[in-house]
């Protein structure tokens, strides 16, 4: 359609759809679907298997799906909930929020807020002007997080094997037991517990928190 919106439910198989400027609403859809806007918002959920969504300028809302996911939009936010797989989710602008994921993720946005919660996944997350806040619940095998001015919050689970290496103007730390290395107020560098899922953090010019409990 040139101008319409798509509303596709209940179907399976390989769907290709693409609207220049309504918007995607997607539910239970099961296979390969690759759907396009040039404006318009993107809604899915309850789908699994292989999907690919983008916009040029609306917002993006992905709920209780599996499988590869991969999603991108020009300018609007990104809501992530429930997601299980391999995620990519990327926005030129605006913020990107994710609750309950499992899998790994790829989350960043060019200017945005990022704030992710209940991680039970492996996470490369990154934004270019906003602020960071990532918290997990069970970590994967790596959790990489890069802002180039503003702060980034880590929460982290206790008693979990970590190799750290955080970087920032400065460095507070809460709760740092059985830490061997190297810590000064810009730079951490270390294991906790012997070492595990490896942690990186770049704030640049901006401050890191990091939250273990």
């Known amino acids: ?25 997607i539910d239970n859809v ?23 969504l983008s916009t040029s300028g609306g917002n ?11 999603l991108s939009t020009s300018g ?19 913020n990107v929020k994710g609750n309950d994921i499992k899998g790994e993720l790829d989350a ?9 919660s209940d991680l039970a996944c492996s996470v490369n997350t990154g934004t270019s002007g906003g602020n ?11 959790i990489k997080i890069k802002n180039s001015g503003g702060r980034i919050e880590l929460q982290i689970p206790a008693g979990k094997g970590y190799d750290l290496d955080l970087s920032g103007d400065k460095i507070k730390t809460d709760n740092l037991t059985n830490f061997s290395g190297k810590s000064s107020e810009d730079e951490l560098n270390g294991t906790i517990n012997g070492g595990g899922t490896k942690v ?12 273990i409990k």
């Open 76 to 94: 609007g936010s990104i809501n992530l909930v429930s997601l299980d797989g391999d995620i990519d989710a990327v926005t030129s602008g605006g």
């Open 200 to 211: 990186t953090a770049n704030a640049s010019s901006g401050r890191i928190t990091l939250t």
């Open 60 to 70: 993006i809302e992905a709920n209780n799906c599996t499988g590869n996911i991969k």
């Open 1 to 25: 359609t040139s101008g319409g919106n798509i509303v596709l439910t209940a179907v399976s198989g390989e769907q290709k759809i693409t609207t220049s400027g309504g918007n995607l609403v």
């Open 108 to 116: 960043h946005t060019s200017g945005g807020n990022i704030n992710l």
């Open 132 to 142: 960071v806040y990532v918290a997990i619940k069970e970590p994967g095998k790596f």
């Open 30 to 52: 099961k296979g390969k679907l690759k759907g396009v806007t040039s404006g318009g918002n993107i809604q899915v959920k309850n789908s699994d298997d292989k999907i690919e």
